[in-house]
T-cell receptor, first 113, second 112 residues
Framework: GAVVSQHPSRVICKSGTSVKIECRSLDFQATTMFWYRQFPKKSLMLMAT?????????EQGVEKDKFLINHASLTLSTLTVTSAHPEDSSFYIC?????????FGPGTRLTVL | KQEVTQIPAALSVPEGENLVLNCSFT??????LQWFRQDPGKGLTSLLLIQSSQREQTSGRLNASLDKSSGRSTLYIAASQPGDSATYLCAVLGAAGNKLTFGGGTRVLVKP
């Protein structure tokens, strides 16, 4: 149990386009989901906390207009990278919370050309 | 603000040796501490979760200890195997909320 999926697993896009990443909790309902970003050989940095039906809470330094988060249901949260640029290239990982444990998705590798 | 540090950043050992990975955190007001494994380009696999009231957890060859008062946790991997090669991350869940703070990770290479 407690499986979290992400789609797509890998995406390559041109600079200036927008990219949407989906995070789904497959076998449980998650009122809270989290989005992390990971640079090569670095640890995970929390970007935002997403609560179902309300606006996401962004960490300091994360542009909310750049990284749009929608948590429309108890099993789905989406992260949209708007007007992507090469510096947005990174590994994005989501997690879904059940009680006091976060379950992590497999990650999405974004490459912006 | 919670800060989590992992030492060493990288570790290379011959197969069969025991691994000792260290994690320290600055704020002892934690809810739990978790150890993860990450393979290159992959997501996180949870290895062990220690609640703040516990002192250790064991799973197979893995043992994790927690000393909350001194802000330290240690992950022991007995009789290492090449398949143990990965990055190991520790993360603490703050008592005040549900935010996980990650350490920088330890990259482990077990040589056959």
């Amino acid at each position: 149990g407690a499986v979290v999926s992400q789609h797509p697993s890998r995406v390559i896009c041109k600079s200036g386009t927008s990219v949407k990443i989906e995070c789904r909790s497959l076998d449980f309902q998650a009122t809270t989901m989290f989005w992390y970003r990971q640079f090569p050989k670095k640890s995970l940095m929390l970007m935002a906390t997403s609560n179902e039906g309300s606006k996401a809470t962004y960490e300091q330094g994360v542009e909310k207009d750049k990284f749009l988060i929608n948590h429309a249901s108890l099993t789905l949260s989406t992260l949209t990278v708007t007007s992507a640029h090469p510096e947005d290239s990174s590994f994005y990982i989501c997690s879904a919370s059940q009680v006091d444990t976060q379950y992590f998705g497999p990650g999405t590798r974004l490459t912006v050309l | 603000k919670q800060e989590v540090t992992q030492i060493p950043a990288a570790l290379s050992v011959p197969e069969g040796e025991n691994l000792v990975l260290n994690c320290s955190f600055t704020d002892s007001a934690i809810y739990n501490l978790q150890w993860f494994r990450q393979d290159p380009g992959k997501g996180l696999t949870s290895l062990l979760l220690i609640q703040s009231s516990q002192r250790e957890q064991t799973s197979g060859r893995l043992n994790a200890s927690l000393d909350k008062s001194s802000g330290r946790s240690t992950l022991y991997i007995a009789a290492s195997q090449p398949g143990d090669s990965a990055t190991y991350l520790c993360a603490v869940l703050g008592a005040a909320g549900n935010k996980l703070t990650f350490g920088g990770g330890t990259r482990v290479l077990v040589k056959p």
